[in-house]
């Protein structure tokens, strides 16, 4: 990986960490804003403490160099259940935020992607493929 695209790479992990780290605050303390979006999931607590803790992975995954791609493919995983709840059950503005919470979820998603999609070749199996020095030839 070039020293830009690490640089982009980093960029990336730290705003997908520090959004997901942000929420966990919320999510384990039994914020009343949190309780009250799991209760409209009907998840509450136990999604609650789900999700907190798949992203709280995410963020330790996202923060470890060797493992950012897993951390990513795993915060693209939790945005991607946030982003459809918005979009099938709470809409897109909760609790009168302006869609601050939507908007979030879509900021981590991204980042997470282009994690992802930077370090592809570190992922398990997948990356080995496209890594250039594997060859696929019988010689």
């Given at each position: 990986?070039?020293?830009?695209?690490?640089?982009?790479?980093?960029s990336?992990?730290?705003?997908a960490?520090?959004?997901?780290g942000?929420?966990?605050?919320?999510?384990?303390?039994?914020?009343?804003?949190?309780?009250?979006?799991?209760?409209t999931?009907?998840?509450?607590?136990?999604?609650?403490?789900?999700?907190?803790?798949?992203?709280a992975?995410?963020?330790?995954?996202?923060?470890w160099?060797?493992?950012?791609?897993?951390?990513?493919?795993?915060?693209?995983?939790?945005?991607?259940?946030?982003?459809?709840?918005?979009?099938?059950?709470?809409?897109?503005?909760?609790?009168?935020?302006?869609?601050?919470?939507?908007?979030?979820?879509l900021?981590?998603?991204?980042?997470?992607?282009?994690?992802?999609?930077?370090?592809r070749?570190?992922?398990?199996?997948v990356?080995?493929?496209s890594?250039?020095?594997?060859?696929?030839?019988?010689?």
């Amino acid at each position: 990986m070039s020293k830009g695209h690490r640089l982009i790479s980093w960029s990336l992990q730290l705003v997908a960490a520090f959004i997901l780290g942000q929420t966990l605050f919320f999510k384990f303390t039994g914020a009343e804003e949190s309780r009250a979006l799991f209760e409209t999931l009907g998840a509450e607590p136990w999604g609650r403490f789900a999700s907190g803790g798949v992203e709280a992975i995410a963020v330790v995954l996202l923060l470890w160099p060797r493992r950012a791609a897993l951390g990513g493919l795993l915060g693209m995983g939790v945005m991607a259940g946030a982003i459809l709840s918005h979009l099938t059950m709470l809409g897109i503005e909760v609790g009168g935020d302006g869609g601050l919470l939507f908007t979030m979820a879509l900021v981590t998603f991204a980042a997470s992607a282009g994690v992802v999609w930077l370090r592809r070749c570190e992922l398990p199996i997948v990356g080995a493929c496209s890594r250039k020095d594997v060859s696929l030839s019988s010689d």
